[in-house]
Protein backbone atom coordinates (compact mmCIF):
# COMPACT_ATOMS: atom_id res chain seq x y z
CA UNK A 1 0.00 0.00 0.00
CA UNK A 2 1.79 3.60 -0.96
CA UNK A 3 1.31 6.43 1.67
CA UNK A 4 0.91 9.83 0.65
CA UNK A 5 3.23 12.13 1.76
CA UNK A 6 2.75 15.15 3.98
CA UNK A 7 4.46 17.77 5.15
CA UNK A 8 5.56 18.93 9.06
CA UNK A 9 5.47 22.36 8.90
CA UNK A 10 7.53 23.77 5.65
CA UNK A 11 9.06 20.28 5.26
CA UNK A 12 7.93 16.98 3.34
CA UNK A 13 8.42 13.70 4.92
CA UNK A 14 9.53 11.19 2.02
CA UNK A 15 8.43 8.44 4.31
CA UNK A 16 5.36 8.15 6.99
CA UNK A 17 7.34 7.45 9.82
CA UNK A 18 8.00 9.79 12.73
CA UNK A 19 10.94 8.44 15.04
CA UNK A 20 9.49 9.13 19.04
CA UNK A 21 11.33 10.94 21.42
CA UNK A 22 13.04 8.68 24.11
CA UNK A 23 14.70 10.46 27.33
CA UNK A 24 16.66 10.67 28.87
CA UNK A 25 19.71 10.60 26.33
CA UNK A 26 18.03 7.45 24.37
CA UNK A 27 17.25 9.81 21.44
CA UNK A 28 19.10 12.66 20.97
CA UNK A 29 21.22 13.94 17.77
CA UNK A 30 22.46 10.52 16.60
CA UNK A 31 19.29 8.97 16.25
CA UNK A 32 17.35 11.58 14.99
CA UNK A 33 20.05 12.70 12.30
CA UNK A 34 19.75 9.16 11.26
CA UNK A 35 16.16 8.98 11.33
CA UNK A 36 15.89 12.37 9.41
CA UNK A 37 18.48 10.68 7.01
CA UNK A 38 16.46 7.86 5.61
CA UNK A 39 13.61 10.64 4.93
CA UNK A 40 11.65 10.03 8.12
CA UNK A 41 11.31 12.93 11.06
CA UNK A 42 13.85 12.47 14.00
CA UNK A 43 13.04 13.46 17.49
CA UNK A 44 15.62 15.02 19.83
CA UNK A 45 14.25 14.04 23.71
CA UNK A 46 14.51 17.60 25.63
CA UNK A 47 14.44 16.11 29.22
CA UNK A 48 17.57 16.78 31.23
CA UNK A 49 19.22 16.70 27.40
CA UNK A 50 22.45 18.52 29.41
CA UNK A 51 22.88 14.78 32.10
CA UNK A 52 26.40 15.41 30.20
CA UNK A 53 27.26 18.55 31.04
CA UNK A 54 30.00 18.82 33.41
CA UNK A 55 27.68 21.82 35.33
CA UNK A 56 24.57 19.70 34.91
CA UNK A 57 23.72 19.51 38.57
CA UNK A 58 24.78 22.79 39.73
CA UNK A 59 22.93 24.85 36.99
CA UNK A 60 20.63 22.19 34.93
CA UNK A 61 18.60 25.04 33.26
CA UNK A 62 21.50 26.36 31.19
CA UNK A 63 23.22 22.40 30.72
CA UNK A 64 19.64 21.68 29.14
CA UNK A 65 19.78 24.46 27.10
CA UNK A 66 23.52 24.03 25.89
CA UNK A 67 23.03 20.50 25.01
CA UNK A 68 19.82 21.25 23.02
CA UNK A 69 22.13 23.14 20.42
CA UNK A 70 25.02 20.37 20.32
CA UNK A 71 22.44 17.91 19.94
CA UNK A 72 20.33 19.85 17.00
CA UNK A 73 23.98 20.62 15.67
CA UNK A 74 24.68 16.57 15.73
CA UNK A 75 21.87 15.94 13.94
CA UNK A 76 21.95 18.58 11.19
CA UNK A 77 25.10 17.30 10.47
CA UNK A 78 23.96 13.86 9.80
CA UNK A 79 21.13 15.37 8.19
CA UNK A 80 21.03 18.96 6.84
CA UNK A 81 17.86 19.22 5.18
CA UNK A 82 16.15 16.65 7.20
CA UNK A 83 13.29 17.10 9.19
CA UNK A 84 14.37 17.22 12.92
CA UNK A 85 12.77 18.61 15.91
CA UNK A 86 12.33 18.43 19.69
CA UNK A 87 10.01 16.42 21.93
CA UNK A 88 9.45 18.82 25.13
CA UNK A 89 7.35 17.22 28.38
CA UNK A 90 4.66 19.47 29.49
CA UNK A 91 5.67 18.11 33.00
CA UNK A 92 9.05 19.58 33.27
CA UNK A 93 9.73 22.96 35.07
CA UNK A 94 11.11 25.40 32.84
CA UNK A 95 9.11 24.24 29.72
CA UNK A 96 8.73 27.73 28.28
CA UNK A 97 12.27 28.01 28.06
CA UNK A 98 13.06 24.99 26.63
CA UNK A 99 10.48 25.75 24.02
CA UNK A 100 11.79 28.80 22.98
CA UNK A 101 15.75 27.32 23.28
CA UNK A 102 14.17 24.68 20.76
CA UNK A 103 13.05 27.03 18.62
CA UNK A 104 16.54 29.18 18.80
CA UNK A 105 18.77 26.03 17.81
CA UNK A 106 16.55 25.55 14.61
CA UNK A 107 14.09 22.62 14.77
CA UNK A 108 11.82 22.08 12.23
CA UNK A 109 9.08 20.86 14.80
CA UNK A 110 7.76 20.56 18.82
CA UNK A 111 6.10 17.39 19.78
CA UNK A 112 4.56 17.58 23.51
CA UNK A 113 3.30 15.42 26.30
CA UNK A 114 3.25 13.98 29.43
CA UNK A 115 0.64 16.70 30.18
CA UNK A 116 -1.57 18.76 27.74
CA UNK A 117 0.42 21.95 26.20
CA UNK A 118 -1.98 24.59 26.25
CA UNK A 119 0.20 27.55 26.12
CA UNK A 120 2.54 26.12 23.50
CA UNK A 121 0.85 28.71 20.88
CA UNK A 122 1.83 31.14 23.04
CA UNK A 123 5.51 30.38 23.14
CA UNK A 124 6.11 30.00 19.81
CA UNK A 125 4.11 32.91 18.03
CA UNK A 126 6.90 34.83 16.77
CA UNK A 127 8.09 31.24 14.62
CA UNK A 128 7.09 29.22 12.00
CA UNK A 129 7.90 25.92 13.99
CA UNK A 130 5.65 23.07 13.60
CA UNK A 131 3.74 22.02 17.10
CA UNK A 132 2.10 18.66 17.59
CA UNK A 133 -0.09 17.60 21.28
CA UNK A 134 0.34 14.10 22.00
CA UNK A 135 -3.25 12.89 23.46
CA UNK A 136 -4.82 9.43 23.68
CA UNK A 137 -8.38 10.02 23.87
CA UNK A 138 -10.61 11.99 21.93
CA UNK A 139 -11.54 14.04 25.19
CA UNK A 140 -8.13 14.87 25.59
CA UNK A 141 -7.75 15.91 21.65
CA UNK A 142 -10.89 17.63 21.98
CA UNK A 143 -10.01 20.05 24.78
CA UNK A 144 -6.57 20.78 23.28
CA UNK A 145 -7.73 21.71 19.96
CA UNK A 146 -10.76 23.70 21.49
CA UNK A 147 -8.54 25.54 23.98
CA UNK A 148 -5.93 26.88 20.89
CA UNK A 149 -8.75 27.58 18.93
CA UNK A 150 -10.87 29.72 21.11
CA UNK A 151 -7.89 31.27 22.93
CA UNK A 152 -5.04 31.15 19.87
CA UNK A 153 -6.79 31.18 17.22
CA UNK A 154 -4.51 28.20 16.30
CA UNK A 155 -4.53 24.49 15.72
CA UNK A 156 -2.06 21.73 15.66
CA UNK A 157 0.21 21.09 12.92
CA UNK A 158 0.04 17.70 13.50
CA UNK A 159 -1.54 15.55 16.26
CA UNK A 160 0.05 12.32 17.78
CA UNK A 161 -2.26 9.87 19.21
CA UNK A 162 -0.70 7.50 21.85
CA UNK A 163 -2.30 4.11 22.26
CA UNK A 164 -1.80 1.92 25.62
CA UNK A 165 1.00 0.17 23.68
CA UNK A 166 3.59 2.93 24.26
CA UNK A 167 6.07 3.69 26.12
CA UNK A 168 7.62 6.04 28.69
CA UNK A 169 4.64 7.57 30.61
CA UNK A 170 1.47 6.92 29.71
CA UNK A 171 -2.11 9.02 28.96
CA UNK A 172 -4.16 6.68 30.61
CA UNK A 173 -5.18 5.11 33.67
CA UNK A 174 -3.62 1.59 35.55
CA UNK A 175 -7.41 0.62 35.22
CA UNK A 176 -7.80 1.49 31.60
CA UNK A 177 -4.35 -0.05 30.15
CA UNK A 178 -6.26 -3.69 31.27
CA UNK A 179 -9.26 -2.86 29.68
CA UNK A 180 -8.18 -1.33 26.25
CA UNK A 181 -7.88 -3.88 23.65
CA UNK A 182 -6.30 -2.91 20.14
CA UNK A 183 -10.24 -3.16 19.17
CA UNK A 184 -11.63 -1.25 21.57
CA UNK A 185 -8.65 1.52 21.00
CA UNK A 186 -9.08 1.26 17.24
CA UNK A 187 -12.54 2.75 17.99
CA UNK A 188 -11.30 5.47 20.27
CA UNK A 189 -9.02 6.62 17.86
CA UNK A 190 -11.23 6.98 14.84
CA UNK A 191 -12.69 9.12 17.25
CA UNK A 192 -10.05 10.92 17.66
CA UNK A 193 -9.74 11.30 14.15
CA UNK A 194 -13.32 12.46 13.68
CA UNK A 195 -12.34 15.52 15.87
CA UNK A 196 -9.34 16.57 13.84
CA UNK A 197 -11.07 16.41 10.75
CA UNK A 198 -13.44 19.21 12.22
CA UNK A 199 -10.27 21.46 12.98
CA UNK A 200 -8.75 20.62 9.60
CA UNK A 201 -12.44 22.16 7.78
CA UNK A 202 -12.14 25.23 9.97
CA UNK A 203 -8.40 25.64 9.24
CA UNK A 204 -8.87 25.10 5.47
CA UNK A 205 -5.23 22.81 6.25
CA UNK A 206 -4.18 19.33 6.60
CA UNK A 207 -3.71 18.27 9.75
CA UNK A 208 -1.73 14.95 9.84
CA UNK A 209 -2.64 12.36 12.68
CA UNK A 210 0.62 10.19 13.81
CA UNK A 211 -0.27 6.97 15.44
CA UNK A 212 1.84 5.87 18.02
CA UNK A 213 2.16 3.04 20.60
CA UNK A 214 3.03 -0.90 19.72
CA UNK A 215 3.97 -0.41 16.02
CA UNK A 216 6.82 -2.89 16.24
CA UNK A 217 5.76 -5.63 12.98
CA UNK A 218 4.85 -4.16 9.70
CA UNK A 219 1.05 -5.38 10.52
CA UNK A 220 0.73 -2.55 12.93
CA UNK A 221 2.51 -0.20 10.61
CA UNK A 222 -0.46 -1.09 7.64
CA UNK A 223 -3.27 -1.04 10.36
CA UNK A 224 -2.41 2.61 11.32
CA UNK A 225 -3.05 3.28 7.83
CA UNK A 226 -6.12 1.57 7.84
CA UNK A 227 -7.71 3.13 10.82
CA UNK A 228 -7.48 6.64 9.20
CA UNK A 229 -3.63 7.72 10.54
CA UNK A 230 -1.61 9.03 8.11
CA UNK A 231 1.47 7.99 9.46
CA UNK A 232 3.11 6.39 12.49
CA UNK A 233 5.33 7.39 15.28
CA UNK A 234 7.84 4.35 16.37
CA UNK A 235 10.55 4.29 19.16
CA UNK A 236 11.14 0.90 21.11
CA UNK A 237 11.93 -0.79 17.21
CA UNK A 238 15.02 2.09 17.44
CA UNK A 239 15.81 1.60 20.51
CA UNK A 240 18.02 -1.62 19.27
CA UNK A 241 19.55 0.45 16.26
CA UNK A 242 23.37 0.90 16.01
CA UNK A 243 22.45 4.78 15.43
CA UNK A 244 20.58 4.70 18.65
CA UNK A 245 22.68 7.34 21.63
CA UNK A 246 21.55 4.82 24.19
CA UNK A 247 24.49 2.63 26.21
CA UNK A 248 24.97 -0.78 24.37
CA UNK A 249 23.71 -2.00 27.75
CA UNK A 250 20.44 -0.27 27.71
CA UNK A 251 19.77 -1.71 24.42
CA UNK A 252 20.73 -5.24 25.34
CA UNK A 253 18.60 -5.15 28.58
CA UNK A 254 15.59 -4.84 25.46
CA UNK A 255 17.23 -7.90 23.20
CA UNK A 256 17.12 -9.99 26.70
CA UNK A 257 13.68 -9.23 28.26
CA UNK A 258 11.14 -11.41 28.40
CA UNK A 259 7.38 -10.57 27.99
CA UNK A 260 6.67 -10.98 31.67
CA UNK A 261 9.01 -8.45 32.46
CA UNK A 262 7.53 -5.69 30.31
CA UNK A 263 5.22 -4.36 33.66
CA UNK A 264 3.80 -0.67 34.26
CA UNK A 265 5.03 1.13 36.96
CA UNK A 266 4.09 4.36 39.02
CA UNK A 267 5.95 7.21 37.83
CA UNK A 268 6.98 10.48 39.95
CA UNK A 269 5.34 12.34 36.97
CA UNK A 270 1.95 11.25 38.31
CA UNK A 271 1.68 8.78 35.56
CA UNK A 272 1.58 5.25 34.59
CA UNK A 273 4.44 4.30 32.77
CA UNK A 274 5.88 1.19 31.21
CA UNK A 275 9.28 -0.49 31.98
CA UNK A 276 11.58 -3.17 32.16
CA UNK A 277 11.47 -5.22 35.59
CA UNK A 278 14.93 -5.35 36.85
CA UNK A 279 16.69 -4.43 39.95
CA UNK A 280 15.74 -1.27 40.65
CA UNK A 281 12.20 -1.78 40.31
CA UNK A 282 12.74 -5.10 42.76
CA UNK A 283 14.66 -2.68 45.32
CA UNK A 284 12.04 0.07 45.21
CA UNK A 285 9.14 -2.19 45.34
CA UNK A 286 11.11 -3.89 48.41
CA UNK A 287 12.40 -0.78 50.45
CA UNK A 288 9.27 1.06 49.10
CA UNK A 289 11.50 4.67 48.54
CA UNK A 290 15.15 5.13 47.22
CA UNK A 291 15.78 8.86 48.15
CA UNK A 292 17.39 11.78 45.49
CA UNK A 293 20.90 11.99 45.97
CA UNK A 294 20.19 15.73 45.18
CA UNK A 295 16.28 17.17 43.98
CA UNK A 296 16.92 19.13 40.46
CA UNK A 297 13.37 20.30 40.65
CA UNK A 298 12.83 19.24 37.31
CA UNK A 299 8.91 17.92 36.92
CA UNK A 300 6.68 20.23 39.00
CA UNK A 301 4.65 17.53 39.81
CA UNK A 302 7.00 15.93 41.93
CA UNK A 303 7.28 16.12 45.50
CA UNK A 304 11.11 15.22 46.48
CA UNK A 305 9.96 14.34 49.89
CA UNK A 306 7.20 11.50 49.08
CA UNK A 307 8.79 10.52 45.61
CA UNK A 308 9.76 6.43 45.36
CA UNK A 309 12.79 7.47 43.47
CA UNK A 310 14.22 10.37 41.31
CA UNK A 311 13.31 9.61 37.20
CA UNK A 312 15.78 11.75 36.47
CA UNK A 313 18.76 9.55 38.43
CA UNK A 314 17.17 7.11 37.53
CA UNK A 315 16.62 8.03 33.96
CA UNK A 316 20.66 8.90 33.40
CA UNK A 317 21.52 5.90 34.46
CA UNK A 318 19.77 4.01 32.30
CA UNK A 319 20.84 6.61 29.24
CA UNK A 320 24.54 5.36 30.96
CA UNK A 321 24.19 1.37 30.70
CA UNK A 322 24.19 1.26 34.50
CA UNK A 323 20.87 -1.12 34.13
CA UNK A 324 20.90 -2.17 38.12
CA UNK A 325 20.48 1.45 39.15
CA UNK A 326 17.97 2.74 36.21
CA UNK A 327 14.38 3.15 35.13
CA UNK A 328 14.46 1.13 31.72
CA UNK A 329 11.34 2.70 29.79
CA UNK A 330 9.97 0.66 27.23
CA UNK A 331 7.45 0.07 24.63
CA UNK A 332 5.23 -2.98 25.33
CA UNK A 333 6.30 -5.01 22.86
CA UNK A 334 10.19 -4.49 24.32
CA UNK A 335 10.47 -8.20 24.29
CA UNK A 336 10.34 -8.71 20.95
CA UNK A 337 13.49 -7.53 19.89
CA UNK A 338 16.29 -9.88 19.20
CA UNK A 339 19.10 -8.28 16.92
CA UNK A 340 21.16 -4.74 16.90
CA UNK A 341 19.57 -3.17 13.66
CA UNK A 342 20.89 0.17 11.25
CA UNK A 343 17.99 2.78 11.12
CA UNK A 344 18.00 2.27 7.29
CA UNK A 345 17.01 -1.71 8.00
CA UNK A 346 14.20 -0.73 10.29
CA UNK A 347 12.69 2.25 7.94
CA UNK A 348 13.41 0.32 4.58
CA UNK A 349 11.11 -2.60 6.57
CA UNK A 350 8.41 -0.63 7.51
CA UNK A 351 8.35 1.31 4.30
CA UNK A 352 9.55 -0.55 1.04
CA UNK A 353 6.55 0.87 -0.62
CA UNK A 354 6.95 4.32 0.21
CA UNK A 355 8.96 5.82 -2.54
Not at 65 to 70: N, Y
Not at 155 to 172: C, Q
Not at 213 to 218: A, D, M, Q, V, W
Request: one cysteine or more.
Amino acid sequence: MRKEQFSIGKKQLKVPIIQGGMGVGISLGGLAGAVAKEGGAGTISAAQIGFREPDFYENPVEANKRAIHKEMDKARKISPEGVIGFNLMVAMNDYETYVREVIAAGADFIVSGAGLPVDLPAYIKDSDIAIAPIVSTRKSAHVILKFWDKKYKKTADFIVIEGPMAGGHLGFHKEQLEELTPDIYAEEVKEIITVVRKYEEKYEKKIPVILAGGIYEHADYERAFTLGADGVQIATRFVTTEECDADERYKQAYIQAKKEDIVIVNSPVGMPGRAIRNVFLDKVKAEGRIPPTKCLRCIHTCNPAETPYCITEALIHAAKGEVDQALLFCGGRAYEAKTIETVKKVIDYFCKDCL
